[in-house]
């Protein structure tokens, strides 16, 4: 009995057991395999933790790694697949087609699905963003404070360059894979663009997913006409993304949102290299400088546009991996190219596949606080502190 009251109530998970050291915790994971001291020592033990990843995806039908066999290839993000004839990217939405690559719905399309979120919504920017703190008013802001009335287009995208253990939109791959699904959920760029201008009451819209980076082209166009089409009325452009994408997209990213009022929000998921691959399926080393880019480009954008700030770096403390070595190294490089990038610290719920891990700990929270105060940051804020409790 007392058992079922703690996992009610506090979370109790049982001990994970590294298959390397054979350290135990209730912070390891048995889906991982190892721990994170043995992940940052690289070699067998990353071996180990891409097994999950490679299991997962093969039940899927996606690629287990990005294709590196030839073909043409795909510039849009950090995997830059390159693809043979028939063959379809990492993400699952593009496919060398006859020796061009094109998006597998066509151009002009997206699979998504959008909705009307109410203001001031549960974003990730919110203790900076216009619409619940009415900086940037009038230009950017309808209000001088939360834009009661007024609702965001949340575009939920299907498909990522990622394959995150923990996400917690998972079921969007089911419809990357899915032809019937991928139709029911296709939006025309005219659409959206439509849906956006003709609605006075939506002052924002949020791209996110998912990851918005196999729908950038998309994405891109789509933001561009809006801002044309409504000089002078409050439309911000705003994107939640895992910083992947290639620099020089980024910056057109960016250069939307600044002149919009929006805010590009970068999730960067690890510092170590090692600890990034093994949580997220992708190469580690090569993920974590291109996130590192293209921080330092938004931040230096950033300059441009003072009273609403640009960038927003948010981290999801994953127990047990997103630890302090993790925390130091990303605190210490965000300090480094600005201490008033604001950084929002997200609690972990356990979700997908990594639900052997219980949720942030209070304790692991105040320390994340702690880590990023010190090293200069001036603007943190801890985001979904309801999922915080005494688990570890």
């Not at 490089?333 to 990038?341: E, M």
């Amino acid at each position: 009995m007392v058992k079922l009251f703690l996992v009610y109530v506090f979370g109790y998970f049982a001990m994970g057991i590294c298959r390397l050291c054979g350290a135990k915790s209730s912070i390891i994971s048995s889906v991982i395999g190892v721990c994170s001291s043995c992940l940052r020592g690289g070699g067998e033990a990353l071996e180990i933790a891409m097994d999950v990843h490679r299991r997962y995806r093969a039940a899927l039908g996606l690629p287990l790694q990005p294709p590196k066999g030839g073909g043409v290839r795909c510039s849009l993000c950090v995997n830059e697949c390159s693809m043979g004839v028939g063959e379809i990217g990492y993400c699952g939405l593009w496919i060398n087609d006859g020796g061009r690559i094109n998006f597998v719905e066509g151009y002009g399309k997206a699979v998504l699905y959008a909705y009307l979120d109410p203001l001031p919504t549960n974003c990730v920017a919110t203790p900076v963003c216009p619409a619940a703190t009415g900086c940037g008013y009038p230009r950017y802001s309808v209000s001088t404070g939360p834009e009661y009335g007024y609702y965001n287009l949340a575009v939920f995208f299907a498909g990522c360059n990622l394959n995150c253990v923990f996400c917690q939109n998972w079921d969007h791959k089911n419809i990357v894979v899915s032809h019937s699904l991928r139709r029911r959920y296709t939006v025309s760029d005219v659409e959206i663009v439509n849906r956006v201008v003709k609605d006075d009451r939506i002052t924002c819209v949020c791209y996110f997913g998912g990851d918005p980076g196999p729908h950038i082209v998309y994405a891109i166009k789509v933001s561009r006409r809006i801002v044309e089409k409504s000089r002078g009325v409050v439309k911000r452009i705003c994107w939640e993304t895992n910083g992947l994408e290639n620099p020089s997209i980024v910056r057109e990213m960016a250069r939307v949102s600044l002149e919009s009022g929006g805010i590009v929000k970068i999730d960067w998921k690890a510092y170590t290299p090692e600890v990034y691959q093994a949580l997220t399926g992708v190469d580690g080393y090569k993920a974590v400088e291109r996130v590192k880019k293209n921080i330092s480009l938004v931040a230096e954008m950033s300059r441009e546009r003072p009273e609403i700030p640009l960038l927003t770096v948010s981290i999801l403390l994953v127990p047990g991996y997103v630890d302090e070595v993790e925390l130091s190294g990303m605190a210490k490089y965000i300090a480094s190219i600005d201490r008033n990038i604001p950084v929002v610290l997200l609690a972990f719920h356990p979700d997908h596949l990594l639900r052997d891990l219980p949720s942030t700990s209070i304790g692991h929270a105040k320390k994340a606080i702690e880590i990023f105060r010190e090293c200069g940051l001036k603007r943190v804020f801890l985001g979904n502190e309801w999922l915080l409790g005494p688990y570890y």
